[in-house]
């Protein structure tokens, strides 16, 4: 990574790293772990920055909702066992755990179908 590139990160991290957290707060509900998260999402963005630099601010979003969810790789890795299996009456593309964002994308109760 030359200087400029480096450079170029430090400054999106400054400015952005308020608003990032708060997403990461968002998807957590926890302080500590949204700056574990952001952490994280920083630190691979880092690594990529010559692929991410065109839109960082829409790689940070994505990676942090990615980071976030209880079935990610890296949070099956962490934790080291498999999620259970998703619950019946559940939509089939959410990951079956009773979470903010599983809350918010999960079918509505029949009467208001």
């Known amino acids: 990574m030359t200087d400029s590139s480096g450079a170029e990160s430090d400054d999106f991290v400054r400015s952005r ?45 994505r990676a942090l909702v990615n980071r976030s969810s209880p079935c990610s790789p890296a949070n099956i890795f962490r934790s080291k066992r498999w999620p259970a299996r998703p619950r019946t009456g559940r939509h089939p593309y959410l990951c079956g755990y009773d979470c903010p964002t599983t809350r918010a994308f999960s079918w509505p109760p029949r009467g208001q179908r």
């Not at 772990?33 to 601010?57: F, G, I, K, N, T």
């Open 17 to 61: 790293s308020g608003v990032l957290l708060r997403v990461a707060f968002l998807l957590t509900g926890d302080r500590h772990a949204a700056e574990d998260l952001l952490q994280e999402v920083l630190e691979q963005m880092y690594v990529r920055w010559r692929r991410v630099q065109s839109s960082p601010q829409a790689y940070a979003r």
